[in-house]
């Protein structure tokens, strides 16, 4: 990088967290010092800065709240198992959370956490089901009203200053959070590696949000992700603590203001205890579409967007 941008980055950065601290040494009106939180969480060369910057400015007691959404008592959610002969999925313990967890994107090795989604489908897609083949459907009931925390699920008056930098950070998180990881479905990666492979990620690439979890994925999918994404869901749990819901980068359709029926959610031990285990059913997959044709739509309604944005302008 050019020495003399090098300084200005780090001069701009110097400017906007001098802004912040005495904003708050002079005691300056919420909605002032809420703004120039936000700008601190915003400021980056590129967008994978505002995941970094949520982790640190928790680190300084610097928080955000990006809302909460309640799960009402009597909702059914489901959960997808691979099915195996041999297992009987009658005995209710093959559905209590596993108690040798590995580390997924929301818990770490060993911790209590239920992955749940709102629809059969979203689990179909999220456990990257093949056509024809067969798993077992389990289904829960809320006796409780549950309370979660996510990026998409509040309110932001246009008024606001901070309008535009907390619904940017917002998709940011949300997005970082669902990008899906390697391991498992190496011809999904095939196609998404070929689109974005070493072309980066601009900080205006949050408005075209179809396929900025696809480029998350394509681009920052190294051994660390899984420890971001552990630490996203870290600052996140201190304020809800009963669990996290996350829009399906499959089903990319819920965004700020846009809510979608289809979601995931992962419980921790306080909501686990107001489930229900009510049934479950052996079960064959009648879905067509692929996560990979999935991505291709969505990744094609990107570039759309973009092609017809540039020539507006």
């Not at 239920?114 to 459907?137: F, Q």
Request: aromatic letters at 12%; one cysteine or more.
């Amino acid at each position: 990088m050019d020495m003399d941008i090098e300084n200005d980055y780090w001069a701009d950065k110097e400017i906007i967290v001098k802004e912040l601290e005495n904003a708050i040494k002079n005691k300056a009106s919420d909605e002032k010092i809420i703004f120039y939180a936000y700008k601190n969480l915003c400021f980056g060369r590129d967008l994978l800065n505002i995941v970094q910057n949520y982790i640190a400015l928790d680190k300084v007691n610097i928080n955000f709240d990006f809302g909460h959404r309640i799960i009402k008592k009597g909702t059914i959610l489901y959960r997808i198992r691979n099915y195996k002969d041999g297992i009987d999925y009658s005995n209710i313990d093959e559905w209590k959370p596993n108690p040798n967890r590995k580390r997924n994107r929301a818990n770490k090795e060993g911790e209590e956490a239920l992955y749940l989604g709102s629809t059969e489908r979203v689990c179909i897609l999220e456990m990257n089901l093949k056509h024809g083949e067969k798993y077992a459907l389990g289904r829960y009931e809320c006796l409780e009203d549950i309370c979660v925390g996510g990026f998409l699920n509040f309110t932001i008056p246009k008024s606001s200053q901070s309008y535009q930098l907390q619904m940017m950070a917002g998709i940011v998180l949300n997005a970082f959070l669902i990008a899906p990881s390697r391991g498992n479905d190496d011809e999904l990666f095939e196609f998404l590696d070929g689109i974005y492979k070493q072309k980066g990620i601009r900080n205006d690439d949050w408005k075209h949000n179809f396929d900025l979890p696809y480029k998350f994925a394509s681009l920052n999918n190294g051994p660390n992700l899984y420890d971001m994404e552990n630490m996203v869901c870290d600052v996140l749990k201190k304020r809800y603590p009963q669990g996290i819901l996350y829009s399906s980068c499959y089903l990319p359709v819920a965004t700020i203001g846009i809510g979608c029926s289809d979601y995931n959610i992962v419980l921790y031990e306080e909501a686990i205890k107001r489930l229900k285990f009510l049934d479950y059913e052996v079960k064959s997959n009648k879905e067509k579409f692929s996560r990979l044709e999935i991505a291709k739509v969505c990744t094609e309604i990107a570039r759309n967007v973009k092609r017809s944005n540039n020539e507006q302008n």
